[in-house]
């Protein structure tokens, strides 16, 4: 039933407490590296040695299994489980902890840290191990051309029809650990708000940048405050 549809938007802070780093907190990637170097394509342009680098040493951590899903990611899962209507994760994230924790309907709209996409022919192919100009494609055979298959700043985000039409079947939209800082997803709960009566919920650690933009606010490390939604979510109780 369309009234039933919740759509979960996450942002790096799901991911903080399974020990991978946000960008814009205090510690976060942001604070060490100019992502105009490793997250744009100028920067891979001027530098690609550089960006694969940077990639390569965030998917090895990821393929070394040092991050797994956290509670909040488990939590997610069992939503999508034992929820009556559809749940949609639409993740900014890059790394795989949702699928690892068995969330099966699940958008990557910034793209996947162990996937790798030809800049010759298109092809995109599961990637765990390093790439570098060495690499060969595996669809067009070219050497050199295969880049992260990672949304850059100034490229469009993926999947983009389909999530704007799942926010458009929501009436529930939780955003998960993200800082509000970068859109289109920044915008995505005003979308939810002009489409209708909808519920906006925000989790988050401390208030984003878009905290007055939902109708309720729950503040807590992911681990905790995550679980405990979907417990009352399911439980027919209110959240909050
Ligand atoms: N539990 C919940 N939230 C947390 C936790 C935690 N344990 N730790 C940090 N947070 C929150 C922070 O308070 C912050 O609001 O997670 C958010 C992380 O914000 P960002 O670092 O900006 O990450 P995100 O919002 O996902 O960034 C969006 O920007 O750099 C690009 O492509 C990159 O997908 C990324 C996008």
């Given at each position: 039933m369309a009234d039933e549809a919740?759509?979960?938007?996450?942002?790096?802070?799901?991911?903080?407490?399974?020990?991978?780093?946000?960008?814009?907190?205090?510690?976060?990637?942001?604070?060490?590296?100019?992502?105009?170097?490793?997250?744009?394509?100028?920067?891979?342009?001027?530098?690609?040695?550089?960006?694969?680098?940077f990639y390569n040493a965030r998917r090895r951590q990821l393929a070394s299994g040092s991050a797994q899903p956290n509670a909040a990611h488990l939590a997610l899962a069992r939503l999508e489980r034992e929820w009556r209507g559809e749940v949609v994760v639409i993740t900014q994230n890059i790394d795989d902890l949702h699928e690892r924790a068995g969330s099966r309907n699940l958008i990557h709209m910034h793209g996947e840290l162990l996937k790798g996409r030809c800049d010759l022919c298109g092809e995109i192919s599961p990637w765990p191990d390093d790439l570098?100009?060495?690499?060969?494609?595996?669809?067009?055979?070219?050497?050199?051309?295969?880049?992260?298959?990672?949304?850059?700043?100034?490229?469009?985000?993926?999947?983009?029809?389909?999530?704007f039409s799942a926010l458009d079947r929501c009436r529930t939209f939780v955003a998960v650990g993200t800082s509000g800082n970068v859109y289109p997803a920044a915008g995505f709960v005003t979308h939810v708000r002009s489409r209708g009566p909808a519920r906006t919920i925000e989790l988050n650690l401390e208030p984003s940048l878009g905290a007055t933009l939902f109708h309720e606010t729950i503040y807590g490390p992911a681990t905790e405050v995550v679980p405990e939604f979907v417990e009352a979510i399911l439980a027919g109780r209110k959240t909050g």
């Open positions: 919740i759509v979960v938007l996450t942002g790096a802070g799901i991911s903080k407490e399974s020990g991978l780093d946000t960008f814009r907190d205090t510690d976060g990637v942001w604070g060490r590296v100019r992502l105009e170097d490793v997250a744009t394509p100028e920067g891979y342009r001027r530098n690609p040695q550089l960006v694969h680098a570098d100009l060495d690499s060969v494609c595996p669809g067009c055979n070219h050497k050199g051309r295969v880049r992260p298959h990672v949304v850059w700043f100034g490229e469009v985000p993926l999947d983009m029809p389909l999530i």
